[in-house]
């Protein structure tokens, strides 16, 4: 990939930058803020150099969200930033002509355009329309053939911002882990996790698997499961992958019964879930054989709570991100709950490596690379 170092004229040249946008919003305001964090040394680089810097990304998948409280949050790390309340056509580069060298504007919420996520050629078209240089810098939407991101490489000269840079070099590492390692993956949806679940196996010496993707193995293993979450895999393909030595799955949970709190969990061993239950987190001892794991561990990679944490289920996830913090492993992990779990813990500088990507993340492990780095190529 083409570095945005090696770029070799930025003088007053509009550059339009595909940046990490999609923030946790919650009551009109940025309740998270890492990724927008990231973003800046890619910015202030080109800024540095006089450019007119034009932010492109997107929030929320429903098409209709609106990026003016990610502008508000930004504007604190750069107080001239301007918003335009549209991705294309005239009003656009309008607000592109008006940018002095150095300034910077964000652009609407690129999904409200259908052509995004179809990867429109006409709308790659209409934003490689408004400068003259395309610099990728939103790795968590690396693994997503939209227009943004393989479209407009098409039309323009482009280059990897720092971040993507990053996220390539030290996800590539995790390639290569120091032994003995660890991986752990948390999360659902058996199904977008399957390549990396084989390809971890092949890498790391234990492999554990947690949140709601461990029900599947224990479904399939005739193990109750009570109401809890699955996602109808394939029984064959979880029975094979449970003969690996190096898989790892919990010994205990906490369960509770559906509409219930928190406070009503209760820690049950694994053959003991009642059928009226769900499966919500792990339980002490899961966290314990964990965390002997990780104490030997020279490579621990974490990726997806460990429970049900957009409820409250949170303990699980919270001990073992205590405990991958406090280890003198090299750590790397990435997703978003895991990464809000950290965030909120403040103990983001205890890891070695915290990527902005989820499936992106995933995606890279499991094929070295993503579209979005294809296409820079």
């Known amino acids: 990939m083409r570095s945005v170092r090696s770029i070799k004229v930025l003088e007053n040249i509009p550059v339009l930058v595909r940046c990490a946008l999609n923030v946790p919003v919650q009551g009109g305001e940025v309740a998270g803020s890492f990724r927008l964090r990231r973003a800046l040394p890619t910015i202030e680089y080109l800024r540095k150099h006089h450019a007119r810097v034009v932010l492109i990304g997107h929030i929320g998948n429903k098409g209709t969200e609106t990026l003016e409280p990610v502008f508000r949050a930004m504007k604190e790390f750069i107080p001239e930033l301007r918003f335009c309340p549209v991705t294309t056509g005239p009003k656009a580069r309008d607000a592109v002509r008006q940018l002095p060298p150095g300034g910077v504007l964000m652009l609407e919420n690129l999904r409200r355009d259908k052509g995004e996520r179809e990867n429109r050629r006409d709308f790659a078209a209409a934003l490689a329309d408004l400068a003259d240089i395309y610099v990728e810098d939103s790795f968590d939407v690396c693994h997503r053939p939209h227009a943004s ?52 196996l092949a890498l790391y010496e234990r492999v554990f698997v947690g949140g709601a993707l461990a029900n599947d193995f224990m479904q399939a293993s005739g193990r109750p499961i009570g109401k809890s979450l699955v996602s109808g895999a394939d029984k064959t393909e979880l029975k094979t992958l449970m003969g690996n030595r190096k898989l790892l799955l919990p010994v205990d949970y906490v369960v509770a019964r559906a509409g219930t709190t928190v406070a009503s969990g209760r820690v049950v061993e694994i053959q003991d879930v009642d059928p009226i239950e769900s499966i919500l987190d792990n339980g002490p001892k899961t966290i314990a054989l964990i965390a002997a794991h990780a104490e030997k561990a020279k490579t621990i990679l974490w990726n997806g709570p460990l429970g049900n944490y957009e409820n409250g289920f949170v303990q699980g996830t919270e001990a073992i991100a205590h405990v991958i913090a406090s280890s003198k492993a090299r750590s790397i992990v990435g997703g978003g709950d895991t990464v809000a779990a950290i965030e909120k813990l403040g103990i983001s500088d205890q890891f070695s490596f915290i990527s902005t990507g989820g499936g992106a993340m995933l995606d890279f492990l499991a094929k070295g690379t993503l579209p979005g780095l294809d296409a820079l190529r």
């Not at 003995?180 to 999360?187: M, Q």
């Not at 058996?190 to 971890?200: A, D, I, Q, Y």
């Open 149 to 200: 991101v393989v479209g407009v490489p098409e039309f323009l000269p482009s280059y990897a911002g720092f971040l993507v840079e990053e996220e390539v070099r030290e996800l590539s590492k995790a390639l290569k882990p120091g032994k003995p390692s660890l991986a752990i993956i948390g999360g659902a949806k058996f199904g977008t996790k399957e390549p990396v679940l084989k390809k971890l």
